[in-house]
């Protein structure tokens, strides 16, 4: 079994950061890409960026330049660094991690951005 806990979510004015962290934990082997997906409310959860193994990453076209994604391998870390937020950003920020073929989910953080 695979565990992720995400932290940091909250309320930040916009044009603020927030940096969330995701921490994986069980059996981990075979670990490979973790993400980060989001969805608002009434809306589908989309992807927001993720990261492979080899530190590859990819974004969303709608945080570009404003998200950045890392992780720490050997803590089992994936961090989302999220500045210029907007108050479309707003939503449940989820982490993902894929592990031997399957893609585990934590329970999700809110961020919410007030205008």
């Known amino acids: 079994q695979v565990q992720l806990v995400e932290s940091g979510g909250g309320l930040v004015q916009a044009g603020g950061s927030l940096t969330l962290s995701c921490t994986a934990s069980?059996?981990?082997?075979?670990?490979?890409?973790m993400r980060w997906h989001r969805q608002a409310p009434g809306k589908q959860r989309e992807l927001v960026a993720q990261?492979?193994?080899?530190?590859?990453?990819n974004y969303a076209d709608s945080v570009k330049g404003r998200f950045t994604i890392s992780r720490d391998n050997a803590k089992n870390l994936v961090y989302l660094q999220m500045n210029s937020l907007k108050p479309e950003d707003t939503a449940v920020y989820y982490c993902?991690?894929?592990?031997?073929?399957?893609?585990?989910w934590g329970q999700g953080t809110q961020v919410t951005v007030s205008s």
């Open positions: 993902a991690a894929d592990v031997r073929l399957r893609t585990y």
């Open positions: 069980g059996n981990l082997f075979g670990l490979n890409t």
């Open positions: 990261i492979t193994r080899g530190g590859s990453t």
